[in-house]
C-alpha cells in the first residue's frame, strides 16, 4: 500500500519554463489537495479537489493549475515559472471531510525555479 | 481571517524531560484540533485528533489538551527522546472545511 506518492522528487527549472507535478493515491480518497511548504510560512493551499473532475481554489492558487480526470491522481501545473514558485510541494488526501480522518501527504517535491 | 501561531519556531530539550508544545488561535472557533508531525524532507504524518468536548486526549507518551475559551492547545510528550525530533504542526479544524496549518515548532531532543 503506497498511500500518496508524488512525482518528481526534486526538479530545477528556469524562469518561464513549464511542468507537470503528478500525484497519485491509492487509498480511493474523494480529496485532494496541493500545498506549499515555505520556511516560516507553513503549509498553505493552492487548489483542492473534492472528487474526479473536480477543481477549486484555494489560498494561493495564482500561476498554478490543476486537473483530476482520474479518481486517484492529481495534476499540478506551473504555465510558466516563476522564481517565487520556488518551494517544497505537497500533495494530500482524505476518504472525507470527516476531521476525524487527517490528511495522508505525500513526500513532497522540492522545486527550485532559476 | 483566522490565524495559527505556535510557540517559536524552535525548542530544544534535554532528553527524558517533557516537552510542551502550543499551538493558539484566533478569529476561529474549531471543533476539532489535529496534531501532525513532520520529519526532514518528508511530507506531514497525522498524529493524533482532539474534540472540543474532550479537554484532554492521550496517546502513548503524547498527552493534547484543548480549551477553547483560551483558543489553545498543548501537546506534550513524556520522557521524551531524540527520535521525537521534528516538526510538530497543529490543524484547528470544523466539519467539512479545508484543513489549515500552523507553521509548525522544530523540536530538537538531546541526548
Not at chain 1, 516563476?82 to 471531510?97: G, K
Not at chain 2, 508544545?21 to 476539532?32: I, M
Request: aromatic share 12%; proline share 6%.
Amino acid at each position: 500500500n503506497a498511500g500518496v506518492t508524488q512525482t518528481p522528487k526534486f526538479r530545477v527549472l528556469k524562469t518561464g519554463q513549464s511542468m507537470t507535478l503528478l500525484c497519485a493515491q491509492d487509498m480511493n480518497h474523494e480529496y485532494m489537495y496541493w500545498y506549499r511548504q515555505d520556511p516560516g510560512m507553513g503549509l498553505r493551499l493552492i487548489h483542492y479537489s473534492v472528487g474526479e473532475g473536480t477543481t477549486a481554489k484555494g489560498e494561493v492558487p495564482d500561476g498554478y493549475n490543476v486537473s483530476r480526470l482520474k479518481k486517484q491522481n492529481f495534476l499540478l501545473g506551473l504555465e510558466s515559472a516563476a522564481p517565487s514558485q520556488t518551494s517544497v510541494y505537497f500533495c494530500a488526501s482524505t476518504p472525507t471531510r470527516n476531521p476525524n480522518y487527517g490528511y495522508t501527504f505525500g513526500s513532497g517535491t522540492r522545486l527550485t525555479v532559476v | 481571517s483566522q490565524k495559527i501561531e505556535q510557540n517559536s519556531e524552535a525548542l530544544n530539550i534535554q532528553e527524558g524531560k517533557t516537552a510542551t508544545l502550543t499551538c493558539n488561535y484566533t478569529n476561529y472557533s474549531p471543533a476539532y484540533l489535529q496534531w501532525y508531525r513532520q520529519d526532514p524532507g518528508r511530507g506531514p504524518v497525522f498524529l493524533l485528533l482532539i474534540r472540543e468536548n474532550e479537554k484532554e486526549k492521550r496517546k502513548e507518551r503524547l498527552k493534547v489538551t484543548f480549551d477553547t475559551t483560551l483558543k489553545q492547545s498543548l501537546f506534550h510528550i513524556t520522557a521524551s527522546q531524540p527520535a521525537d525530533s521534528a516538526t510538530y504542526l497543529c490543524a484547528p479544524v470544523n466539519y467539512g472545511q479545508n484543513f489549515v496549518f500552523g507553521p509548525g515548532t522544530r523540536l530538537s531532543v538531546l541526548p
